[in-house]
């Protein structure tokens, strides 16, 4: 059974249609796994059931093979789930350095360490410490989002489309930041608007239509099949 | 030479002191305002009256301690009351925000619908103070009045002109430098003051840090019924006690929190100060200072006064609709309403 993994998925908003139906996501540590699929396919609510911002009416989710499907977003946090919204990401008004220190605002140990493996891992991050994260370029705010993130150690990060809105020259910074914290040992979940690159760098692909799995696979092997090709990354 | 120097004394004295001094004033309940409108998200238009409850509960406790004949020397004993008033404060909106706002923050209700509530409590507080010492003047002052008098003044200089010093002012500006001092340090550099911002910044992403929003509300409150009681009390110890003159503060309030930029704690102070010493360039009669600058044959004959002292409030009104014409985000980029 995979790290994190959230199995057979029904899920609605307000009792109305169904969002999910009967969906499968799975994350393994130190590997990248992506969701794509057209506007509204669900995407995003997979990942907030994965976290706990919305209940599944059916299935269930499990962390290292136990079941969190009941646990509220905080205790997920503290189990190492860690999440980086696609919009408001950061705390603007604060610096980077406060926002790290925000990210680690459940841990009562030295976070001294931690802090040094995030400006390690984004050294612009570190120049930057005490200024204000309002005043940085879309790049370098999303990676304070990523560092804010990691300051409670997760074991697993689940980004919500950590590309969209950024300039394109930045996204490819923006991957290899996720490379980065793949090989750092780490579980990366995220839904991706940006198909094809993100394909490129996933280990595990889930093409998600109308909260159905549609095609599962490697990153490779999507990217090679022709149904995907052409529904998805135009040709 | 003199007659530059009177004309000097004479501005400080009249405009610049007491400018300082409401100024002070104004941004410690500003402050208060303000912080409320970051953490709580709406205009908390109880802050005039519950600053008035707040000074009724000092006055009751001083009138008590000087029964007893316990007092401060020279100083008010009002400042002995002090920290019990800001505790019954505390209480007093706990209450409030436990029967009122906790039920419309969990609704999550809109912000008007919360304003609304707000000028509701005002009302209400409003009532309470006028239940207990009616609307009548009180001067619960006492100890020395004057830490230099405007006499002793003269006598030092040789000058004609005097400036006094009123022990209310004197306390007014110290306690506003420790005070204002406090709240910024603690916002800056303390776990909990940052984890406030953050929650003012990005509520979701707060919470998503785990960041209790309970926590946030109650030390918000703290913070609040501490600015909000001291404010009160120098506000009285200078002009005396007058519920409606507390619940007309408000104006001026508002003004100097959206003048700063609503939301920002320096925008509070800057605004409080903008609009004190708004009020008194604009009220103060400048014919004596160009009696002693003017030769003889220009002096004026007039009283050189922009507005009457009765208008002041029109001067806040003003600032305020010339603010959200021109730069409706105030001085220090706040939010817009």
Same mark, same amino acid.
């Given at each position: 059974?995979?790290?994190?993994?959230?199995?057979?998925?029904?899920?609605?908003?307000?009792?109305?249609?169904?969002?999910?139906?009967?969906?499968?996501?799975?994350?393994?540590?130190?590997?990248?796994?992506?969701?794509?699929?057209?506007?509204?396919?669900?995407?995003?609510?997979?990942?907030?059931?994965?976290?706990?911002?919305?209940?599944? $009416?059916?299935?269930?989710?499990?962390?290292?093979?136990?079941?969190? $499907?009941?646990?509220?977003?905080?205790?997920?946090?503290?189990?190492? !789930?860690?999440?980086?919204?696609?919009?408001?990401?950061?705390?603007?008004?604060?610096?980077?350095?406060?926002?790290?220190?925000?990210?680690?605002?459940?841990?009562?140990?030295?976070?001294?360490?931690?802090?040094?493996?995030?400006?390690?891992?984004?050294?612009? !991050?570190?120049?930057?410490?005490?200024?204000?994260?309002?005043?940085?370029?879309?790049?370098?705010?999303?990676?304070?989002?990523?560092?804010?993130?990691?300051?409670?150690?997760?074991?697993?990060? !689940?980004?919500?489309?950590?590309?969209?809105?950024?300039?394109?020259?930045?996204?490819?910074?923006?991957?290899?930041?996720?490379?980065?914290?793949?090989? $750092?040992?780490?579980?990366?979940?995220?839904?991706?608007?940006?198909?094809?690159?993100?394909?490129?760098?996933?280990?595990?692909?889930?093409?998600?239509?109308?909260?159905?799995?549609?095609?599962?696979?490697?990153?490779?092997?999507?990217?090679?099949?022709?149904?995907?090709?052409? $529904?998805?990354?135009?040709? | 030479?003199?007659?530059?120097?009177?004309?000097?004394?004479?501005?400080?004295?009249?405009?610049?002191?007491?400018?300082?001094?409401?100024?002070?004033?104004?941004?410690?309940?500003?402050?208060?305002?303000?912080?409320?409108?970051?953490?709580?998200?709406?205009?908390?238009?109880?802050?005039?009256?519950?600053?008035?409850?707040?000074?009724?509960?000092?006055?009751?406790?001083?009138?008590?301690?000087?029964?007893?004949?316990?007092?401060?020397?020279?100083?008010?004993?009002?400042?002995?009351?002090?920290?019990?008033?800001?505790?019954?404060?505390?209480?007093?909106?706990?209450?409030?925000?436990?029967?009122?706002?906790?039920?419309?923050?969990?609704?999550?209700?809109?912000?008007?619908?919360?304003?609304?509530?707000?000028?509701?409590?005002?009302?209400?507080?409003?009532?309470?103070? =006028?239940?207990?010492?009616?609307?009548?003047?009180?001067?619960?002052?006492?100890?020395?009045?004057?830490?230099?008098?405007?006499?002793?003044?003269?006598?030092?200089?040789?000058?004609?002109?005097?400036?006094?010093?009123?022990?209310?002012?004197?306390?007014?500006?110290?306690?506003?430098?420790?005070?204002?001092?406090?709240?910024?340090?603690?916002?800056?550099?303390?776990?909990?003051?940052?984890?406030?911002?953050?929650?003012?910044?990005?509520?979701?992403?707060?919470?998503?840090?785990?960041?209790?929003?309970?926590?946030?509300? =109650?030390?918000?409150?703290?913070?609040?019924?501490?600015?909000?009681?001291?404010?009160?009390?120098?506000?009285?110890?200078?002009?005396?006690?007058?519920?409606?003159?507390?619940?007309?503060?408000?104006?001026?309030?508002?003004?100097?929190?959206?003048?700063?930029?609503?939301?920002?704690?320096?925008?509070?102070?800057?605004?409080?100060?903008?609009?004190?010493?708004?009020?008194?360039?604009?009220?103060?009669?400048?014919?004596?200072?160009?009696?002693?600058?003017?030769?003889?044959?220009?002096?004026?004959?007039?009283?050189?006064?922009?507005?009457?002292?009765?208008?002041?409030?029109?001067?806040?009104?003003?600032?305020?609709?010339?603010?959200?014409?021109?730069?409706?985000?105030?001085?220090?980029?706040?939010?817009?309403?």
């Amino acid at each position: 059974m995979a790290y994190l993994s959230g199995t057979n998925l029904v899920a609605a908003y307000d009792q109305s249609v169904p969002i999910l139906n009967n969906c499968t996501i799975e994350a393994e540590k130190g590997e990248v796994a992506v969701i794509v699929g057209p506007n509204g396919a669900g995407k995003s609510t997979a990942m907030k059931v994965l976290l706990g911002m919305l209940k599944p $009416s059916a299935g269930s989710v499990t962390l290292e093979g136990k079941d969190i $499907s009941r646990l509220s977003v905080q205790k997920r946090i503290r189990l190492g !789930l860690a999440f980086v919204p696609q919009t408001d990401n950061v705390f603007p008004t604060m610096t980077v350095q406060e926002n790290l220190e925000m990210g680690a605002f459940l841990r009562t140990d030295d976070i001294s360490q931690t802090l040094a493996e995030v400006y390690d891992l984004f050294p612009i !991050l570190n120049d930057r410490r005490n200024q204000l994260v309002g005043q940085l370029s879309g790049g370098q705010r999303q990676q304070a989002a990523f560092g804010r993130a990691m300051m409670t150690q997760p074991t697993i990060m !689940l980004l919500d489309e950590p590309t969209a809105g950024v300039a394109p020259n930045v996204v490819d910074e923006i991957f290899d930041n996720i490379l980065n914290l793949k090989n $750092s040992g780490r579980a990366v979940l995220m839904v991706e608007q940006n198909a094809r690159q993100a394909l490129e760098i996933a280990d595990k692909g889930f093409v998600l239509v109308s909260g159905r799995n549609e095609h599962t696979g490697t990153g490779k092997e999507l990217l090679a099949n022709p149904e995907v090709r052409r $529904s998805f990354l135009g040709g | 030479m003199t007659d530059i120097l009177n004309a000097i004394v004479l501005l400080l004295n009249f405009v610049f002191l007491p400018g300082l001094s409401y100024g002070s004033q104004l941004a410690l309940g500003a402050l208060a305002v303000t912080l409320v409108y970051a953490i709580l998200r709406f205009a908390n238009f109880a802050q005039g009256d519950t600053m008035a409850l707040s000074t009724v509960m000092t006055i009751l406790l001083t009138w008590l301690l000087q029964h007893f004949g316990i007092t401060l020397g020279f100083m008010p004993t009002a400042l002995l009351a002090l920290p019990l008033a800001i505790i019954g404060c505390l209480i007093y909106i706990m209450l409030v925000d436990t029967f009122v706002y906790r039920y419309y923050r969990r609704q999550k209700s809109k912000p008007i619908t919360i304003v609304m509530a707000s000028v509701g409590v005002m009302f209400v507080t409003g009532g309470i103070v =006028r239940f207990v010492l009616g609307p009548d003047h009180h001067i619960f002052a006492d100890g020395e009045r004057f830490i230099i008098t405007a006499r002793e003044f003269k006598a030092m200089t040789g000058l004609a002109e005097g400036l006094a010093i009123k022990t209310s002012q004197f306390l007014t500006i110290t306690i506003a430098i420790l005070l204002v001092g406090f709240v910024f340090y603690f916002l800056q550099r303390t776990k909990t003051g940052k984890a406030m911002r953050a929650y003012a910044d990005n509520e979701d992403l707060a919470l998503l840090s785990g960041i209790e929003p309970h926590n946030i509300v =109650r030390v918000t409150w703290i913070l609040v019924a501490i600015l909000t009681t001291i404010a009160g009390v120098l506000y009285g110890l200078d002009k005396g006690f007058m519920a409606t003159s507390y619940h007309q503060l408000l104006l001026p309030t508002f003004a100097a929190v959206i003048v700063g930029g609503i939301g920002s704690p320096p925008g509070a102070i800057i605004g409080g100060f903008v609009i004190s010493f708004s009020e008194l360039i604009l009220t103060y009669a400048y014919k004596k200072f160009f009696i002693y600058l003017l030769p003889e044959i220009l002096q004026p004959d007039s009283l050189l006064q922009f507005l009457g002292t009765e208008y002041k409030f029109a001067v806040s009104f003003v600032i305020l609709v010339i603010v959200l014409l021109l730069r409706p985000t105030g001085i220090f980029k706040g939010k817009v309403i």
